[in-house]
């Protein structure tokens, strides 16, 4: 075992391992890059079917090249397309939060809550408990 370990240390010095291991990284990255670069096609709305078909055929048949030409003719619009992602996004958050704050109003859901017990589809005493339940919260 032990000589196992002082031969696979001979073999592989401190450098192979380094020029390895950045050699994993760049491939990673690699991926990362076309996976940006396919996504962003098929999210971009401004880009029609047939454009899409035609760059994700380059970017697949000739993946070196079609990324790096990608990038370079429509790398600004990526960042603007991924902003514009990210605040209407942020924008459907708030509304939700908003939609879901007004809801949770307690006036309105005691409003709710009496509208129930005077129309009978609640009894007196479902109608004290739900009270008190919104009371508490």
């Given at each position: 075992?032990?000589?196992?370990?002082?031969?696979?240390?001979?073999?592989?010095?401190?450098?192979?391992?380094?020029?390895?291991?950045?050699?994993v990284?760049?491939?990673?990255?690699?991926?990362?890059?076309?996976?940006?670069?396919?996504?962003?096609?098929?999210?971009?709305?401004?880009?029609?079917?047939?454009?899409?078909?035609g760059?994700?055929?380059?970017?697949i048949?000739?993946?070196?090249?079609?990324?790096?030409?990608?990038?370079?003719?429509?790398?600004?619009?990526?960042?603007?397309?991924?902003?514009?992602?990210?605040?209407?996004?942020?924008?459907?958050?708030?509304?939700?939060?908003?939609?879901?704050?007004?809801?949770?109003?307690?006036?309105?859901?005691?409003?709710?809550?009496?509208?129930?017990?005077?129309?009978?589809?609640?009894?007196?005493?479902?109608?004290?408990?739900?009270?008190?339940?919104?009371?508490?919260?």
């Open positions: 075992m032990k000589d196992s370990m002082v031969n696979l240390a001979v073999d592989y010095p401190l450098l192979n391992m380094f020029w390895t291991m950045m050699m990284f760049f491939w990673v990255l690699w991926f990362v890059l076309l996976f940006r670069v396919i996504g962003d096609i098929f999210r971009d709305d401004e880009l029609g079917g047939w454009g899409k078909a760059w994700s055929l380059f970017v048949l000739l993946p070196f090249l079609g990324v790096f030409v990608y990038l370079i003719a429509r790398g600004r619009g990526m960042g603007e397309r991924e902003l514009r992602r990210a605040q209407r996004n942020e924008e459907q958050f708030r509304s939700y939060v908003r939609e879901s704050a007004a809801s949770a109003n307690p006036a309105d859901e005691l409003a709710r809550l009496a509208d129930l017990k005077n129309r009978g589809e609640i009894t007196a005493a479902e109608f004290e408990q739900a009270k008190s339940k919104v009371l508490s919260a």
